[in-house]
């Protein structure tokens, strides 16, 4: 085959469409994510959601993120307390997720699980998979959240080494290793 025949074969790029809200969720629903349950403790009260958009940044200074809804009933109060715990859930804790995720109101949500004070106050679930406790070091404004930049100052993982995904809009134990 001819290189000019090979070119004409060559399709062209599809035409940029805006991106529903809705397909864009739909796609995100396709990304597993671990899932955490965020507390906060100081000068402007104690509260707590669950949290899935959250990732590493950088080791040095160990730093991670949290995407917080600016609209959440948690938002004044991580901006007055500056400080956050991210509290990474161990298989069998979705009860836990649906909890901190809006299902009872704030003031009930640390009625279930043990909890104690981390470094910087913010409370540290006893048995979490993994706790991050953090100094807020930067928000920054995006649409309808607030991606906050995290200090990581105290370390926490328990004995447990099976962890929960939300994936698919459910939750999954991830517990088994795939074969090399
Ligand atoms: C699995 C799961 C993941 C979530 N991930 C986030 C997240 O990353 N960021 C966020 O702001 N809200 C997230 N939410 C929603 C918050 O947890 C929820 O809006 C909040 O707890 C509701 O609190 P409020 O009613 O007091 O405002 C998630 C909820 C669930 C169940």
Redesign the pocket.
């Known amino acids: 085959m001819g290189a000019c025949q090979h070119r004409d074969i060559v399709p062209e790029p599809p035409t940029p469409m805006p991106v529903e809200r809705q397909a864009y969720r739909d796609a995100m629903a396709r990304l597993g994510?671990a899932?955490n349950v965020v507390t906060t403790d100081g000068p402007g009260g104690r509260h707590?959601?669950?949290?899935?958009?959250?990732c590493s940044v950088t080791d040095d200074p160990p730093t991670l993120l949290?995407?917080?809804?600016r609209?959440?009933?948690?938002s004044a109060i991580v901006h007055a307390n500056g400080v956050l715990c991210v509290n990474t859930l161990a298989a069998g804790q979705q009860e836990l997720?649906?909890r901190?995720?809006?299902r009872v109101?704030?003031s009930e949500r640390f009625q279930a699980g043990q909890w104690r004070p981390g470094v910087t106050g913010a409370p540290v679930l006893v048995g979490a998979l993994a706790s991050f406790d953090c100094r807020i070091s930067r928000f920054v404004e995006v649409g309808t959240?607030d991606v906050l930049f995290c200090e990581v100052v105290g370390l926490d993982e328990a004995g447990t080494r099976e962890g929960l995904m939300?994936f698919l809009r459910r939750?999954h134990a991830l517990k088994e290793t795939l074969p090399e």
């Open positions: 994510a899932v707590g959601f669950t949290a899935s958009a959250v949290v995407c917080l809804n609209g959440s009933s948690a997720s649906d901190f995720g809006g109101p704030p959240h939300y939750y």
